[in-house]
T-cell receptor, first 116, second 112 residues
Framework: ETGVTQSPTHLIKTRGQQVTLRCSSQ?????VSWYQQALGQGPQFIFQ???????GRGNFPPRFSGLQFPNYSSELNVNALELDDSALYLC???????????????FGPGTRLLVL | SQQGEEDPQALSIQEGENATMNCSYK?????LQWYRQNSGRGLVHLIL?????REKHSGRLRVTLDTSKKSSSLLITASRAADTASYFC????????????FGKGTLLTVNP
């Protein structure tokens, strides 16, 4: 067990709706990264939060947004859901010293999102 | 875009045999990590090897890194049915966020 938790575990939404996914980082970690994993693919980096600020973003549109809270937990919000957003969403926590992290990222169990 | 590419895409072996998976990547890295994923669940970190290291061991795992060839290999010795999973390599290319870039993975099946 990594100590990283995510909620909910499964979610079904319809096209056009909005969704919020949550992640609690491992104790002592100040950095949270979010990844999208489509079926049969490796995870793709969405963005990273370090000390409540966005610290890098992958090739995802602005309707993917996030937050990090003072306790370093994080939310991923997706607006105007599309069918292709159906995927496993993973968060990973780590410790960063001065922005970003060179260390191991520990993943949560993921949230499986199905968009109909 | 996928940076790491694992090879083979699928591997089926008998319990007790060794399994070798390879990973190639394209750009310079700070470190390379291997993860395991069971049936579409979360990723489990196996081992991290830094760019200035050539080999690392952890239990039944042995990882090598050749930065001149931009490649890594993961060897699992004396495999068990419980090792059945998808294995991913992930590279950290530096920058300000050290995002991990994953390959598509190798699906390992260990038959009892």
């Amino acid at each position: 067990e990594t100590g990283v938790t995510q909620s909910p575990t499964h979610l079904i939404k319809t096209r056009g709706q909005q969704v919020t996914l949550r992640c609690s980082s491992q104790s002592g970690h100040n950095t949270v990264s979010w990844y999208q994993q489509a079926l049969g693919q490796g995870p793709q980096f969405i963005f990273q939060y370090y000390r409540e600020e966005e610290n890098g973003r992958g090739n995802f549109p602005p309707r993917f947004s996030g937050l990090q809270f003072p306790n370093y937990s994080s939310e991923l919000n997706v607006n105007a859901l599309e069918l292709d957003d159906s995927a496993l969403y993973l968060c990973a926590s780590s410790f960063g010293a001065s922005g970003g992290t060179k260390e191991t990222q520990y993943f949560g169990p993921g949230t499986r999102l199905l968009v109909l | 875009s996928q940076q790491g590419e694992e090879d083979p895409q699928a591997l089926s072996i008998q319990e007790g045999e060794n399994a070798t998976m390879n990973c190639s990547y394209k750009t310079s890295i700070n470190n390379l990590q291997w993860y395991r994923q069971n049936s579409g669940r979360g990723l489990v970190h196996l081992i991290l090897i830094r760019s200035n290291e050539r080999e690392k061991h952890s239990g039944r795992l042995r990882v090598t890194l050749d930065t001149s060839k931009k490649s890594s290999s993961l060897l699992i010795t004396a495999s068990r049915a419980a090792d059945t999973a998808s294995y991913f390599c992930a590279t950290d290319g530096g920058g300000s966020n050290y995002k991990l870039t994953f390959g598509k993975g190798t699906l390992l099946t260990v038959n009892p």
